[in-house]
């Protein structure tokens, strides 16, 4: 059964600063998508990652895939008050084709 | 934005009643989902459909029932709501099952008392 973990649960970051989302999933899996959920919002799609090696930017976003080590990371380069929101990774299950999200990391940038 | 829209928005309602959420898109697309999100769990598939009439299960399918008459939308049912089905439903649309992005609508925040 595919889970999928993602660290740190929560995030609280000076604005200007680097950090890392981790995504980790549990079987082989080579189709990953990331999502932001402001409060009381819906999720947006952010990135589809559909290959080992895959790296996708946005902004001050960059998401990349190793399904060899099943691990995605959410790279934040110089954080800003308008990241503040929750991420979520999805892992497509090779077994049933159906996402597995992550429980999501919440994000807050401060001052 | 993709079109789709959830009604109602919020509904408190009490145990044991029946339930049905809307789920309507504008984007004739072929699969919609039913999830519903708790805190700690991420968003949970209860139910999906691949066609008009075809549905099927997903992980926490228990309590809930689905139908799809029209390609446009998606009705999602609690036959007996319980207060264990107080949460947050997520409708959401894709053009294929596989390696693309879903399309969620705003929710349905459910209370039941």
């Known amino acids: 059964e595919l889970k999928v973990e993602q660290n740190p649960l929560f995030l609280s970051m000076q604005e200007g600063k680097n950090y890392t989302i981790y995504c980790n999933y549990s079987?082989?899996?080579?189709?990953l998508y990331w999502y932001r959920q402001d409060p009381g919002k819906s999720l947006e799609s952010l990135f589809v990652?559909?290959?080992?090696?895959a790296v996708k930017q946005e902004g001050r976003l960059m998401a990349s895939l190793d399904t060899k080590a099943r691990l995605s990371t959410l790279h934040i380069t110089a954080a800003v008050h308008d990241l503040s929101a929750t991420y979520f990774c999805a892992v497509e299950s090779g077994k049933t084709d159906k996402l597995i999200f992550g429980t999501g990391t919440r994000l807050q940038v401060f001052p | 934005d993709a079109g789709i829209t959830q009604s109602p928005r919020h509904k408190v309602t009490e145990t044991g009643t029946p339930v049905t959420l809307r789920c309507h898109q504008t984007e004739n697309h072929r699969y919609m989902y039913w999830y519903r999100q708790d805190p700690g769990h991420g968003l949970r598939l209860i139910h999906y459909s691949y066609g008009v009439k075809d549905t099927d299960k997903g992980e926490v399918s228990d309590g809930y029932s689905v139908s799809r008459s029209k390609t446009e939308d998606f009705l999602l049912t609690l036959e007996s709501a319980t207060s264990s089905q107080t949460s947050v439903y997520f409708c959401a649309i894709s053009e294929s099952l596989r390696q693309e992005t879903q399309y969620f609508g705003p929710g349905t925040r459910l209370l039941v008392l």
């Open positions: 079987t082989t899996s080579d189709r």
């Open positions: 990652l559909l290959s080992n090696g």
